[in-house]
């Protein structure tokens, strides 16, 4: 098969449903579209007007196309289909109820054949256009249940389609009574088809294109069923219809027969008759009665009883009549009201009575020089009554029989049965059907109509000659086929069972085979799911190609034979139309990096290759790929990925590492890394600066190794806090290898998203010279003569070093602003020294209750200013203002008396504190004075920056 012919049936095999639903949704909008607008402008078109649909159909069928072609627009669809339920509701409740909503019979009734109910929907077909507006709205398939609901609503508009249009070909409602509610149109029943088909491609649309081998195997098994009933049906409805047709032939060949033969005894009757009634007309006593009545002479009473010796058995009565009809004498009577009368054409005048007899009237004119006088004659036709008593029905096959009349108004047919008064039948309408009318124009034959009672009949009819009147007769249908339609049910049952014996001969004899097939395709299936299950999730683009050799069995192309989807985003391609194509006019159509070469060299030695390819479109934007190319069977397969990111990834992290290097290199702080192990993996070069030790020979060494055994063991607990995921900060004294040093160390966890710890990050800060020049700026600071604590000078050059030291050490301090409550009234009252003596007290109290590193100071008289420390949060300065409260609180003696104490402290909390020493003095004072000012024995806190 050429590719181009492979490529088009599989690109219809892959959009086979979205065509079936377009293909029914264009059927469907145009079938209703035209039969509506051929019910509206009242004109023909398309279909034969014995198997048109309703209005109403016409509508809901256009909707229901329209519908299928929004399919791509969901809620679009849904609008379009949403009168279908109101419409076909309103029709169930109209063949339930007997009213008339959506049946329009003004705008069917223009038909002649229309039905006796004009625009009515049937039931059945208001029922499967409900079934098909649900299946729209049980659309879903991820969800199993929606699923079972929906084959539900796309196989039941199918079988009740299937069975309206049986019905219609085999006029089941001639066999049984519930048949007329279930026969359709078959354009009606076309259309229900079709719509089930197209809401069968919805329901399939988007599911998997390759189907199962069990669904094949069921389809199989299923198909071959489905033949076997569909064949056993249709032999079984030919035999019927050929049957049902032989059978009606022959009873329509002998209606016929007797027919004509009763019309023609009919007529011999009427000729009997008119020639009794002429004889005695001409008869010479009868003609002196009628002169005499012409000049006005007529002796009523002689002639009265001279007319009534002219009386017979079959005549019931005579008349002479004057010119304007009035009777002058009369003999017998006269039937007045009869139940039915038609007029004849031959002889004038004459009529035929109805009133449980057949009567016959005449009437003969004699006319003289001075006037006019009828003779009215009115006599019993026995003969009639015999044919009718002949032809009274008293079996399942018995007739009946029609004698007809007409005026220029009516059809006036006599009653078969005395109880019967007869018909009187308007000529208009749908007076074609009756079996009767075509006598009138001197035909004679049969028919398969619907009579005026509504009944489904074949008839045979012939004129009454030279009378004007028609003579058929009828047999319902259902009555011609009650023998049939026995030997159809028992035919049934045995074509059931043998529809039943077949397919389980069949089963039986094809089971075995199917199930090899099955499980051989489900092996294969399941290795080739496999593979594109791996093919399609694979990152990597992948593609199978065979090889296309010259004459001389080189490898000169390659044409693909798979591709995955990776392999279309990356290069650009459809599959549809990249499957089949020749390897280098696609590669150069698209751009493709072509290593034809590579795939001919693993062609020829058959072994596989790997590698990185760098390539570059131009000098900006460079790109590399890897791939790996393996020989399968007299081809290959390619895998390719692109590695562009990963190299440039690669690239970033070497720049990124090298000036992370370059960063930590510059610090003048010892910068590492330790792993989960304790062990050195990175270091910079302050080692080297300090230490003497180049830092590679540190990576891999432990910190045991490296600190030695004694510094281990001091920075141990921080060690373990570290790996638990805990920042720590330090400041100790340790023997560097053999020197003492002071260093202020930092441990930072190198912690993951879910929780685990694979090493800390070191930065340890070498302080000795800072201490060293600490302590000797402490041995030469000056103290205060009476409390020992630090004076205002020293304090001040103190507090310069501690600002600086936290700020580049990112933390904070504060600094409290002390003054004693009330100390001149102490003076006053007590002397200076007892002052002296509560300055003495308050100092100690002050150092007692404050950190061995945090530092106190008398700025002169009842002034001091303590300096906290390496503080964590605000909340440590609040808790040790609080405590020093707490103690300065407690009475003291003095000179003999005890006197209260308190204080008003101000502090000023800095955190990375970037300020001079006399501003941040400034700034507690000013928290010193509103603790004044808020009423003494408090503290207000103020923050620096």
């Not at 979205?18 to 293909?23: D, K, P, Q, S, T």
């Not at 081998?213 to 079984?236: E, K, Y």
């Not at 399942?396 to 006036?412: K, Q, T």
């Not at 249908?477 to 159809?488: E, F, K, T």
Request: hydrophobic share 45%; aromatic share 8%; glycine share 6%.
């Amino acid at each position: 098969m050429p590719p181009s012919v492979a490529r088009s049936l599989d690109r219809l095999l892959r959009h086979r449903h979205a065509l079936l639903i377009g293909a029914a949704g264009i059927f469907l909008a145009l079938l209703g579209g035209f039969t509506a607008a051929g019910w509206l402008l009242r004109i023909e078109i398309g279909p034969p007007e014995s198997i048109h649909m309703v209005l109403s159909t016409a509508v809901c069928l256009s909707l229901y196309g329209a519908a299928l072609l929004l399919a791509p627009w969901p809620r679009l669809m849904r609008l379009a289909a949403a009168p279908l339920p109101l419409i076909a509701s309103l029709a169930l409740l109209e063949a339930a109820t007997g009213q008339r909503w959506i049946d329009f019979p003004s705008l069917h009734a223009w038909r002649h054949d229309a039905p006796p109910l004009p625009g009515r929907m049937v039931p059945t077909t208001a029922l499967a256009l409900l079934f098909l507006a649900a299946g729209i709205w049980l659309l879903n398939p991820a969800d199993r249940r929606r699923r079972r609901a929906l084959r539900i609503c796309t196989l039941a508009p199918l079988l009740l389609g299937a069975l309206g249009a049986t019905a219609y070909l085999i006029n089941l409602e001639l066999l049984y009574g519930w048949g007329s509610s279930v026969r359709m149109p078959l354009l009606t029943s076309a259309g229900l088809i079709v719509a089930a088909l197209g809401l069968d491609g919805l329901s399939r649309r988007g599911r998997l294109r390759h189907p199962r081998s069990q669904d094949m195997v069921r389809a199989v098994s299923s198909t071959a069923a489905a033949l076997l009933v569909a064949l056993s049906l249709a032999t079984g409805l030919l035999v019927y219809r050929i049957s049902s047709d032989a059978h009606q032939r022959s009873l329509l060949t002998v209606m016929s027969y007797s027919v004509r033969q009763r019309a023609a005894l009919l007529q011999a009757q009427f000729k009997l008759a008119d020639s009794d009634a002429r004889r005695l007309f001409q008869r010479r006593d009868v003609q002196s009665l009628l002169e005499s009545a012409s000049q006005g002479k007529l002796d009523a009473s002689a002639a009265a009883a001279a007319l009534a010796g002219f009386n017979r058995t079959s005549v019931t009565g005579l008349a002479i009549l004057d010119a304007a009809r009035r009777p002058l004498a009369q003999a017998g009577y006269f039937e007045t009201r009869p139940r039915q009368s038609a007029p004849m054409l031959s002889p004038p005048n004459a009529q035929l009575l109805w009133n449980g007899h057949y009567l016959y009237r005449t009437e003969q004119v004699y006319r003289t020089s001075a006037g006019t006088a009828r003779l009215r004659l009115e006599q019993r036709l026995d003969m009639f009554d015999r044919i009718v008593q002949d032809t009274a029905p008293h079996d399942a096959l018995s007739g009946i029989f029609s004698l007809c009349g007409r005026d220029e108004r009516y059809l006036r047919c006599f009653s078969q049965t005395p109880a019967d008064k007869g018909s009187t039948i308007p000529i208009a309408g749908n007076i074609h059907r009756f079996t009767v009318w075509p006598a009138f124009s001197g035909k004679s034959g049969t028919m398969h109509t619907v009579d005026f009672s509504r009944r489904n009949v074949i008839g045979a009819y012939a004129p009454v000659t030279g009378t004007g009147l028609a003579f058929s007769y009828k047999i319902k249908v259902g009555d011609l086929l009650a023998p049939i339609r026995q030997g159809l049910e028992t035919s049934a049952l045995i074509m059931l069972a043998m529809v039943a014996l077949g397919a389980a001969v069949l089963r039986t004899r094809t089971g075995p085979v199917l199930k090899e097939v099955l499980r051989s395709n489900q092996m294969a299936e399941l290795a080739a799911e496999r593979f594109r299950t791996a093919a399609e999730a694979n990152m990597d683009a992948f593609v199978i190609m065979e090889a296309l050799r010259d004459a001389d069995g080189k490898v000169e192309d390659f044409r693909v034979v798979y591709l995955n989807a990776e392999a279309e985003r990356m290069w650009g391609l459809r599959r549809a139309d990249s499957i089949g194509q020749k390897w280098l006019t696609l590669a150069e159509t698209h751009a493709i990096p072509n290593h034809f070469d590579s795939y001919k060299r693993v062609m020829d030695s058959g072994q596989p290759l790997s590698e990185e390819v760098p390539r570059a479109f131009d000098a900006v934007h460079p790109i590399w790929i890897h791939h790996e190319i393996v020989h399968a069977g007299d081809g290959i397969s390619i895998s390719v990925r692109d590695i562009t990111q990963k190299k440039l990834a690669e690239l970033d992290l070497v720049l990124r590492e090298a000036l992370l290097k370059t960063v930590t290199d510059s610090i003048p702080a010892l910068v590492s890394f330790v792993d989960a192990d304790q062990r050195y993996r990175y270091c910079n070069k302050t080692y080297m600066r300090l230490f003497g030790i180049p830092p590679e020979q540190v990576i891999g060494l432990s910190m045991r190794d490296f600190l030695g055994e004694e510094s281990y063991q001091a920075v141990s607990p921080y060690i373990e806090q570290a790996l638990q995921g805990q920042t720590v900060s330090f400041e100790k004294e340790m023997f560097l290898h053999g020197s003492l040093r002071y260093v202020e160390g930092r441990y930072i966890p190198q912690q993951h998203a879910n929780g685990t710890v694979s090493g800390f990050y070191v930065m340890v800060w070498d302080i000795t010279q800072a201490r060293a020049r600490e302590i000797q700026l402490r041995s030469q600071v000056s103290l205060d003569a009476m409390t020992g604590l630090l004076n205002r000078a020293a304090f001040m050059d103190m507090l310069d070093d501690e600002i600086k030291h936290h700020y580049l050490k990112r933390q904070s301090l504060a600094l409290l602003f002390l003054d004693i409550d009330r100390f001149k009234q102490v003076n006053d009252t007590l002397g200076h020294a007892a002052g002296d003596e509560l300055i003495k007290a308050f100092a100690q109290r002050l150092r007692q209750n404050v950190r061995g590193t945090d530092h106190v100071a008398r700025l002169g008289g009842d002034e001091f200013v303590v300096l906290l420390v390496g503080l964590d949060a605000e909340q440590t300065a609040i808790a040790v203002v609080e405590k020093l409260m707490a103690a300065l609180r407690r009475d003291v003696d003095l000179s003999g008396q005890t006197h209260h104490v308190s204080a008003s402290i101000g502090v000023a909390y800095a955190y990375m504190p970037d300020i001079t020493p006399a501003r941040l003095l400034e700034i507690a004072d000013q928290g010193l004075y509103q603790a004044k000012a808020a009423g003494r024995d408090t503290y207000r806190l103020l923050k620096v920056g």
